[in-house]
């Protein structure tokens, strides 16, 4: 009786459900009622995702360039998905603000551990060889990577470091993005041109970011966090996660590219050029970009060495040991 109970019950607010939909609940139940059962394969569409692999050379150690590429990005889709989140709470509670921080970095942390597919996974000589056949595509072209900064903290703060004094929130948000830190990293040292591979980013995605933007202005994780009440600005858990968060992104995920760029590209003679025309010795460095989300947290003499003792390590370790 208690079972039947509950279905008459559950009955009862599926027809109310469903009433306004034009179609009276026993069609829906015709229709669950032929419905074949769902699969693990179909509801996760693995065959799609398994064919999503087209390497444009024979080269074996491709495919797993381009996988690696593809996981990276479905990891910045879980990032987007809960910063999204953030940027939408209204609630200002400093519980929900920590344990999507905490997401974020546990994302943020496999893909950082993750990266040794890229720096020991491959074979040096197959990459130099099937890369000629990708230009001018570069991971550089990632647009949710830019979309995770755009969320994470105002405009203002991804100026490239050079010009970023000259820069407010009182500038326009298309003002802001033209001087974006990134920006620097595909344009020609020599002539100062844009690259293709920035030229062709910019035409797909410029409307898009900038409408992203001007979306989250003045609501974005950094500005949500400097909303909070003092009390909870001050949550201890709460700083360690943006921190963590900051040097995740800013300093530990830019280094591991530094790692594989220095062996697939280093040389003694100098280094290869990436195929996107970027300057990644310039443009990969923490401690040359100085790209921090939330500044607030940090002593000037921190924000004045962000990065220094990482990059140090990647090219002067003799230094580190002194």
């Known amino acids: 009786m208690k079972d039947k109970a509950r279905i008459d019950s559950q009955i009862s607010k599926l027809e109310e459900k469903y009433k306004d939909s034009g179609q009276d609940l026993s069609s829906y139940l015709d229709g669950l009622l032929y419905q074949r059962y769902l699969t693990y394969w179909d509801y996760i569409h693995l065959d799609t995702l398994l064919s999503l692999q087209v390497p444009r050379t024979y080269f074996p150690d491709e495919e797993i360039f381009i996988m690696y590429h593809q996981i990276t990005e479905l990891y910045f889709k879980l990032i987007l998905h809960e910063q999204k989140q953030l940027v939408d709470d209204k609630s200002q509670r400093v519980e929900f603000f920590i344990e999507k921080a905490r997401r974020i970095n ?4 496999a893909l950082i551990s993750s990266f040794s597919i890229m720096i020991k996974g491959m074979e040096r000589e197959q990459f130099l060889q099937y890369r000629m056949a990708l230009l001018p595509a570069s991971g550089f072209q990632s647009a949710q990577y830019r979309m995770i900064e755009i969320y994470a903290t105002p405009l203002e703060n991804l100026v490239h470091h050079t010009e970023r004094e000259m820069f407010s929130s009182e500038n326009a948000v298309e003002e802001l993005y033209e001087h974006a830190y990134w920006k620097k990293g595909a344009t020609d040292l020599t002539t100062g041109e844009k690259t293709l591979t920035l030229k062709q980013f910019e035409y797909r995605y410029t409307p898009r ?8 202005e003045t609501s974005t994780i950094y500005d949500k966090y400097r909303q909070l009440p003092e009390k909870k600005r001050h949550n201890k ?13 800013n300093v530990n995920w830019p280094l591991m590219h530094m790692g594989s760029a220095h062996r697939y590209l280093g040389k003694e003679a100098g280094e290869i050029e990436a195929t996107g025309g970027t300057n990644w010795k310039e443009f990969l460095p923490p401690s040359f970009q100085k790209i921090v989300f939330f500044p607030e947290l940090y002593t000037k003499q921190e924000l004045n060495n962000w990065g220094k003792q990482w990059v140090d390590h990647i090219f002067n370790p003799d230094k580190i040991r002194e």
């Open 106 to 109: 546990s994302y943020f942390k």
């Open 209 to 216: 970011l900038i409408r992203i933007a001007k979306q989250v």
């Open 237 to 249: 858990e709460l700083v360690e996660a943006l921190k963590t968060l900051d040097m995740n992104a």
